[in-house]
Nanobody, 127 residues
């Protein structure tokens, strides 16, 4: 039974770097042919896939992000992280980490396209 858990600051200032962590419990993030994703949902909008870290260590990013992002991992801690640089109010929303079976989702993906989800963590910015 795999469990995912996001953690990080709930509030970040504009133009600063947002750092979020996802801890995996019950299975290694190096398991063959699985991908570890960051997905967010801005207020009043749909799900947005941001990027993924593959079991091999290779990284995949969405080309449509409004702010630069970086995904890294620690295999010893069984964790992977998201860094989002120079954030703006457009980066507000609920952030999820997930596990899927492909490096990039289809454009109209939904919740059922990823077999495991974390509980989500809210990210806010001052207006």
């Amino acid at each position: 039974q795999l469990q995912l858990h996001e953690s990080g600051p709930g509030l970040v200032e504009s133009f600063q770097t947002l750092s979020l962590n996802c801890s995996a419990l019950g299975g290694p993030i190096t398991i063959y042919n699985y991908y570890w994703n960051w997905i967010r949902q801005p207020p009043g909008k749909g799900l947005e896939w941001m990027g993924a870290k593959a079991y091999s260590g290779k990284t995949y990013y969405s080309p449509s992000l409004n702010s630069p992002a970086s995904i890294s991992r620690s295999t010893s801690n069984n964790q992977f992280t998201l860094q989002l640089y120079s954030v703006t109010p457009e980066d507000r929303g609920v952030y999820y980490c997930t596990r899927g079976d492909r490096p990039r989702p289809k454009s109209d993906f939904g919740h059922n396209d990823f077999e495991y989800w974390g509980q989500g963590t809210q990210v806010t910015l001052p207006t």
